[in-house]
């Protein structure tokens, strides 16, 4: 099992910049996939960002160029740097890693960005 607890969500005016952690309980090494999703106020959950242990990364379309997945060098730890942030990225932004055929899902981080 792995426990995943994101943070670094608040409250930043559009054009500010916040990072997101996610912290899991194991080496990173060891899961196919890391992800980051948000989900806003009357919308379904979306894909922001993923990487594979390799390094590759992928980005929706909205947030591309903005936002950038990483993991730190102890690889436990999941970053999401968003810069550049829009009042249409407030959302929840939940952290996701899958050990297969297991998703684990955080509680979430609350992001508001404000004009």
């Known amino acids: 099992q792995v426990q995943v607890v994101e943070s670094g969500g608040g409250l930043v005016q559009a054009g500010g910049s916040l990072r997101l952690s996610c912290a899991v309980s194991r080496n990173i090494l060891s899961l196919n996939n890391m992800a980051w999703y948000r989900q806003a106020p009357g919308k379904e959950r979306e894909m922001v960002a993923t990487?594979?242990?390799?390094?590759?990364?992928n980005y929706a379309d909205s947030v591309k160029g903005r936002f950038t997945i990483s993991g730190d060098n102890a690889k436990t730890t999941i970053y999401l740097q968003m810069n550049n942030l829009k009042p249409e990225d407030t959302a929840v932004y939940y952290c996701?890693?899958?050990?297969?055929?297991?998703?684990?899902w955080g509680k979430g981080t609350l992001v508001t960005v404000s004009s």
């Open positions: 996701k890693v899958r050990v297969p055929p297991i998703a684990y």
């Open positions: 990487i594979i242990p390799d390094g590759s990364t």
